[in-house]
């Protein structure tokens, strides 16, 4: 048995970039102990604990349709529906059970039971 350490998304709405072109499907992988033990270094997350999950998410999501690399400026200009689909993704994959996700469709809201942390 392999684990699954990447996981395909489609976004509700999608990222807009500068150009006006629509993202909306990526991926993101499992987060590793560097991916949240690292912002709490960065000067922004000090100022405001909140944006430890911009840096986060910029870490994780690999790839964002055609965007050459998602930075935290990717993640800070997503609309919040898509903001908080990828909060929601990261905690179904990284702390619940991802198999959760074969029973959706792209872009579909996630089970409330299913985000839930205990």
């Known amino acids: 048995m392999s684990l699954q350490t990447e996981f395909p998304f489609t976004l509700p709405k999608g990222y807009v970039d500068e150009h006006g072109t629509l ?7 499992l987060a590793c102990a560097r991916d949240e033990i690292e912002p709490l270094r ?3 997350v000090k100022e405001n604990e909140a944006y430890a999950t911009v840096i986060v998410l910029s870490r994780v999501v690999t790839e964002l349709g055609t965007v050459q690399r998602v930075t935290t400026k990717t993640i800070e200009s997503l609309f919040v529906s898509d903001f908080s689909y990828l909060q929601d993704l990261y905690r179904i994959v990284n702390f619940q059970d991802p198999s959760v996700l074969d029973a959706l469709e792209p872009g579909a809201p996630f089970p409330l039971t299913s985000v839930e942390v205990g």
């Open 42 to 44: 960065d000067g922004r």
């Open 23 to 29: 993202h909306r499907t990526g991926v993101m992988r």
